[in-house]
């Protein structure tokens, strides 16, 4: 909501993408590509065509989260076809390489291959596309910024005060380069114990929502820490492709994508 949906003045530079979203977040290890992959679902499951783009090429996840390992085709004009997974179409340097291979690519290369992923991708238009970024604030951020106009970022952060510190990092630089920053999501926000109910907060709590209040931007949803999501993941079936009505976990993905 409160997204510009007048194509005449789309300034999204990516071909064939109405909507490019980013999902940023400083420190690593905080969700934000389990945050990234349930977001393309749930905004599949509304009904909109979904693009999701891994730009962690160093880090690779997209492959393992989907559950393929299809290998991206290329066109006549060697532009990357993406492959389609959960109704989610999907690049990844994790499907252009095998699984233990590791990405021995200096910085001028990865930054190349960014601005491929960016650029050289039949995404025939999609409503949305997703790009998880790298944790950091590093060369590859940089030239997502410079190479796509992003309508905006959703920061993923943990309530806990080491993954606030990053987060505001990164948010920084995205306001630096006057890209609006569409809310926080706070994972990993509690606990709740399946035998008794209680919730603990592991990792702290209202940090979300005190970060969000003081960049005035809203806090978007609260993903708890949870077993099926961290399963889905390894299993590569994203929580948010469960009915929201039985799992309380989709339903808060499906809340974000609303939003
Ligand atoms: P990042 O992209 O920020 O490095 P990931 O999305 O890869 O983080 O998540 C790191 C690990 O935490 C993964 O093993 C993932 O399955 C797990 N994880 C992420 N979010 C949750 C959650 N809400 N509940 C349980 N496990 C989670």
């Not at 200096?106 to 190349?112: E, H, N």
């Not at 998880?132 to 590093?138: F, I, Q, R, S």
Request: negative net charge; charged residues 20%.
């Amino acid at each position: 909501k409160g997204i510009n949906d007048d194509p005449s003045t789309w300034k999204s530079s990516v071909p064939g993408a109405k909507h490019v979203i980013a999902v940023a977040s400083g420190k690593g290890g905080v969700g934000k590509s389990t945050v990234s992959a349930n977001l393309a679902v749930a905004l599949s499951k509304l009904g909109y065509s979904v693009g999701l783009v891994d730009l962690d090429i160093y880090g690779p996840s997209m492959s393992l989260m989907f559950g393929t390992k299809e290998r991206p085709g290329a066109n006549e004009n060697d532009e990357f076809l993406p492959v389609t997974a959960h109704g989610v179409k999907l690049l990844s340097m994790g499907l252009l390489i095998n699984e233990s291979d590791p990405v021995a690519v200096r910085g001028p290369l990865a930054t190349r291959y960014v601005q491929q992923f960016l650029r050289n991708v039949v995404w025939g238009d999609v409503d949305f596309l997703i790009l998880d970024l790298p944790p950091g604030t590093g060369d590859i951020q940089l030239t997502i910024v410079q190479t796509a106009e992003l309508d905006g970022v959703v920061v993923v952060t943990t309530p806990q005060e080491v993954a606030l510190i990053d987060a505001r990092k990164a948010i920084g630089l995205f306001e630096r380069v006057k890209t609006p920053i569409l809310g926080v999501i706070e994972n990993m926000s509690y606990f709740q114990c399946p035998s008794d109910g209680k919730i603990y907060h592991i990792f702290g709590e209202g940090g979300g929502e005190r970060e969000a209040a003081k960049l005035g931007v809203p806090l978007l949803g609260k993903i708890p820490l949870d077993i099926a999501t961290r399963s889905g993941g390894d299993e590569g079936r994203p929580v948010a492709l469960e009915d929201p009505g039985q799992n309380p976990v989709s339903a808060a993905f499906r809340q974000v994508a609303e939003q």
